[in-house]
């Protein structure tokens, strides 16, 4: 059985880092993109505060590890992987300021490139 699902795009730099994850944080989060793709939401997934709608992070715990793949919903028919990443703070939850800038810069020149 075909499932209609929606292809996923890389920034080039978001899938370096995605690569140097463990490999079962991998099939993890790529087993997050599937489901995000055939248009379900994963268990994994949460809107990532500092951004409107359609910018949501995948939050992984893996091994004692924190992992993050940060994507954006909403620019054309894909799914956009903005920025992966493992997650070094061990206070709080929040996304660090380095990441939030750098998905910020990519999404505006992804957005820009896309138009």
């Known amino acids: 059985m075909l499932r209609d699902t929606r292809p996923i ?3 080039k730099a978001a899938r370096k880092d995605f690569e140097d ?5 991998q099939l993890e989060m790529a087993r ?3 489901i995000l793709a055939e248009g379900r939401m994963p268990d994994i997934a949460k809107h990532l505060a500092g951004f409107e709608g359609g910018v949501m992070e995948l ?3 893996h091994r004692g ?8 919903l909403q620019i054309g ?4 992987v903005l920025h992966a990443f493992q997650k ?13 800038d750098l998905i ?12």
């Open 65 to 72: 590890d924190a992992f993050r793949v940060a994507y954006a």
């Open 88 to 100: 070094k703070s061990k206070s709080g939850i929040k996304t660090p300021k380095p990441d939030i």
């Open 104 to 115: 910020h810069e990519r999404l505006k020149r992804l957005k820009e490139r896309l138009g």
């Open 21 to 25: 994850f463990p490999q079962g944080a």
């Open 32 to 34: 997050a993109l599937t």
């Open 9 to 11: 795009s890389w920034i």
């Open 77 to 80: 028919s894909d799914i956009w």
């Open 59 to 61: 939050a992984l715990k």
